[in-house]
């Protein structure tokens, strides 16, 4: 256990948090390594041109980020009072979800697993 009355103990754990605007995504029905792809390819750009390689990105984790992407810079321009021009992706992740598990009939009474991947998103933004 953490020493300290537990006001202080709030005290001392909000005074590092970060406070960079971030949009966060949980359950998202997209397997990470999947979602990694489009992930990798926003990662550093400013907040115009990783909208524009989103929209134009064939995969499906594309549409679901540019959504997170976006309410992000909303996060930036209201919560934290930033121009929309000077914001850059800083971070982007994906981490594992819970997995959905699956029953698929196979022949001869079998059953075979299907295991349906979720993975949680977070984008951080960041001025340059």
Do not use: W
């Amino acid at each position: 256990m953490a020493k300290g009355h537990r006001s202080k103990i709030k005290r001392v754990r909000n005074a590092n948090k970060d406070t960079r605007p971030s949009a966060k995504l949980a359950y998202a029905r997209v397997s990470v390594q999947k979602a990694c792809f489009v992930l990798d390819a926003i990662r550093g750009k400013d907040v115009e041109t990783a909208l524009a390689i989103l929209t134009y990105n064939p995969r499906y984790a594309s549409s679901v980020v540019k959504k997170l992407l976006e309410s992000a810079i909303a996060n930036a321009e209201n919560n934290n009072g930033m121009n929309r021009d000077s914001l850059y992706v800083a971070e982007c992740y994906a981490d594992k979800g819970p997995t959905m598990k699956r029953v698929r009939p196979r022949a001869q009474g079998r059953a075979y697993r299907i295991e349906k991947r979720t993975s949680n998103i977070t984008v951080v933004l960041d001025e340059k």
